[in-house]
């Protein structure tokens, strides 16, 4: 085993020792007491060590504008980064013994080629390029085989109420003291766990976009693939950090891909990906993404999609009391002071297409996090008879804003969204 190469802590008081080790708060209060720089590289190592539940706090630290103070900032997101494609990995005794096991034949007759080093780690799993037997049209695929014992950490992640707290939080839920968002955190996270249901996903979301040529889904290869095991085709390109100095057009471009991609499956589809972090996309010429990872997919309830339609719609045509009222239906809000923040916080989320063209920064990004955060803390102290829970799937509706304008922030371009928007939204249901 290499000096990258580490077993998944599985035990739930394993674990959470050595977060207290790390001085883990709930939000992302990280270590204390330290350097700025030893601070990031131990919690670096600590999450990353622990994957599951642990190393997704990490990550999203590493690129949500907010999360981390603006003084600790450049160092958390230099050493945090690793977690989304870097993380330590699992040995390749243990790969070939989970891929043999949930496949049922040896590695070299299910694989033509299986490179037993990983192009990329991340906390749940990791991916080896590899290539199908020629009976099979001898592809270059990417295998994503989850890290032994990640089960089990996740379950215990999921029995820290530190850990979800802290998870909760960063989408606001928290603050609101939802049973519902906890109840839907763990099933998400649970699901994200089963890699067949993955696959189903990656042929819905390339159904909905196909014939788009900017958006790729990776082909599913359901043949090499189980609930441990996804094969896809391998695919390449250039990662965020690489094009965040590219010409001005091409961020452009870029910028368009990513909010069609997310819009239109929310909007038309009613579901998102809710684990919007760089490491998902890959970037290619004429504006093209291919969008990586389907594990995390929010489903937005029948009831809800025509009212985020509606928002959108008024939105596009800045009818500021339109949009309240749908904003009032879609939160099913009651009057009072948490309403009113209710609807001021979505304002400011929808500034994109009220002020189109746009240019989503880090300081505004950063600003809905510090707006979110707010708002729960003054809901605490408002009369029960103004108080109401948000729906449950605010919880990763609310992740995915954080992040996905933080990954717009750093492409750092003006564009008309509203008329990305418009090009596949009707103007009515």
């Known amino acids: ?37 030893a601070a990031a590289d131990k919690a670096a190592e600590v999450l990353g060590n622990l994957r599951g539940l642990a190393a997704k ?44 096991e949930d496949l049922g034949a040896p590695l070299d007759r299910l694989f033509a080629e299986f490179e037993a080093d990983p192009v990329a780690s991340a906390s749940i799993g990791q991916v080896h390029r590899a290539r199908l037997p020629e ?32 998870l909760a939080a960063m989408g606001g839920g928290r603050k609101f003291d939802s049973k519902g968002h906890l109840d839907i955190l763990k099933a998400r996270f649970r699901e994200e766990l089963d890699y067949a249901l993955e696959g189903e996903r990656m042929i819905a979301f390339a159904r909905l976009h196909e014939g788009d040529p900017t958006i790729a889904v990776p082909g599913f290869f359901a043949g090499r693939s189980s609930s441990r095991v996804l094969t896809t085709a391998f695919v390449r390109g250039a990662s965020l950090e690489d094009v965040a100095g590219e010409s001005e057009a091409a961020r452009v471009a870029w910028a368009k891909t990513l909010w069609r ?14 684990d919007p972090h760089p490491g998902n996309y890959l970037f290619q010429e ?27 719609r008024a939105a596009f045509v800045r009818d500021e009391r339109a949009f309240a009222d749908h904003v009032r239906l879609f939160v099913r809000s009651k009057p009072g002071r948490l309403e009113d923040l209710a609807i001021a916080f979505s304002r400011k989320c929808f500034e994109p297409l009220f002020a189109a063209p746009f240019r989503i920064t880090r300081p505004y990004a950063a600003d809905l996090l510090a707006t979110m ?3 729960g803390l003054e809901a605490r102290k408002l009369p029960d008879d103004e108080v ?30 509203a008329a990305v928007e418009s090009a596949f939204l009707p103007t009515s249901d």
Not at 1 to 10: C, G, K, L, T
Not at 89 to 96: A, C, L, N, T
Not at 262 to 274: D, E, H, I, R, T
Request: one cysteine or more; a neutral charge; proline letters at 5%.
């Open 1 to 37: 085993m290499n000096d990258r190469s580490r077993s998944v802590p599985a035990g739930r008081l394993g674990r959470v020792a050595r977060l207290a080790g790390l001085g883990l708060r709930t939000g992302a209060g990280f270590v204390l007491g330290r350097s700025e720089k």
């Open 57 to 100: 706090v990490g990550q999203m630290a590493s690129y949500v504008d907010g999360i981390v103070p603006e003084e600790q900032r450049e160092a958390f997101e230099t050493s945090l980064k690793v977690l989304r494609s870097q993380a330590p990995r699992s040995s390749s005794d243990e790969i070939r013994g989970v891929v043999e």
């Open 135 to 166: 009976e099979l049209g001898g592809h270059e695929v990417a295998v994503k085989v989850q890290h032994p014992g990640i089960r089990r950490a996740v379950e215990s992640d999921l029995a820290n109420a530190g850990i979800l707290e802290g």
């Open 261 to 274: 991609f997310v819009f239109k499956g929310n909007l038309v589809a009613g579901m998102f990906n809710a």
């Open 286 to 312: 004429d504006g093209k993404v291919t969008f990586l990872d389907y594990g995390c997919v929010q489903v937005i309830p029948e009831w809800q999609r025509p009212h985020a339609r509606n928002i959108h």
């Open 373 to 375: 955060k707010e708002m």
């Open 388 to 417: 109401f829970p948000l729906p449950p799937e605010m919880l990763f509706l609310n992740r995915l804003q954080f992040g996905f304008y933080s990954v717009l922030a750093r492409l750092d371009v003006a564009v008309d969204y």
